[in-house]
């Protein structure tokens, strides 16, 4: 990983860890950013940025679910040897394929302030390939990890939905990365991994957007919002 890349360490669902997602767009919210969340809308994130919002504290028994697996996904996933089922020959055989790491952090990249990533897992450029390409990794690559149930993964049908295209793709301008694997766990035992290529332009796409959304929209309002809450404030002393 790129030597200049910065990295918080904030426990989850603290204060601190809300705080910190005020002041940037997570790979969980450009879909929203690009219009491709109908659960959620800009308005309603742009609000969140500025502070007039309160930011969303929401679980939920899947998103449980998901944290408590993703562990034993992840260790799954270092048996898998781009073929269908050869991960539970290897995995009974004891052969770790390749592996990866948790980096148990945001990433900032200072050359992309206004994003940041939280990555389920990075992939170890040792032992690692590109198995699109067939070529061994010559970057780190991201590791998405997801549960899915059988109607969730209807959204699948016709490939990878472009909301975790766009996710994945944030991560990998972030870290810097051209490649990028999907593992998923479908109704707790059907396992596959989706991978994916670095595609230049969608990147180019999510950074101009994002930057126009948080230079152009976010940070004049919350400048705005600040001095209102001032004025506020005097008038009441």
């Known amino acids: 990983m790129k030597s200049d890349l910065i990295i918080t360490r904030i426990e989850p669902h603290t204060d601190e860890w809300y705080e910190f997602r005020k002041n940037g767009i997570g790979g969980s919210e450009i879909g929203t950013i690009l219009g491709l969340n109908k659960y959620d809308t800009v308005v309603r994130l742009f609000h969140e940025k500025v502070g007039d919002y309160d930011l969303r504290r929401d679980d939920n028994e899947k998103m449980f679910w998901g944290r408590k697996l993703e562990d034993e996904i992840a260790e799954v996933w270092r048996y898998y040897d781009g073929t269908d089922s050869g991960y539970i020959e290897n995995h009974k055989n004891g052969r770790i394929v390749r592996d990866c790491r ?48 059988y109607w969730s993964s209807q959204m699948w049908t016709d490939g990878i939905p472009i909301s975790y295209l766009a996710q994945v793709h944030q991560y990998m301008i972030i870290i810097e990365s051209d490649y990028a694997e999907i593992a998923i766990l ?19 796409r999510i950074i101009q957007i994002s930057k126009a959304f948080w230079e152009n929209r976010v ?3 919350k400048e705005a919002f600040a001095k209102r809450k001032i004025e506020i404030g005097r008038a009441h002393v």
């Not at 897992?121 to 690692?128: E, M, Y």
């Not at 479908?186 to 180019?204: A, H, S, T, Y």
């Open 102 to 149: 948790n980096i148990n952090g945001y990433i900032v990249n200072p050359r992309y302030p206004w994003l940041f990533a939280s990555l389920d897992r990075v992939i170890n450029i040792k032992g690692g390939v590109n198995f699109i390409t067939g070529a061994p990794l010559t970057t780190e690559g991201v590791l998405e990890v997801k549960t899915l149930s």
């Open 186 to 204: 479908q109704d707790g035992n059907n396992f596959r991994v989706e991978k994916i290529q670095r595609d230049d332009e969608l990147c180019e």
């Open 219 to 221: 940070l004049p309002a």
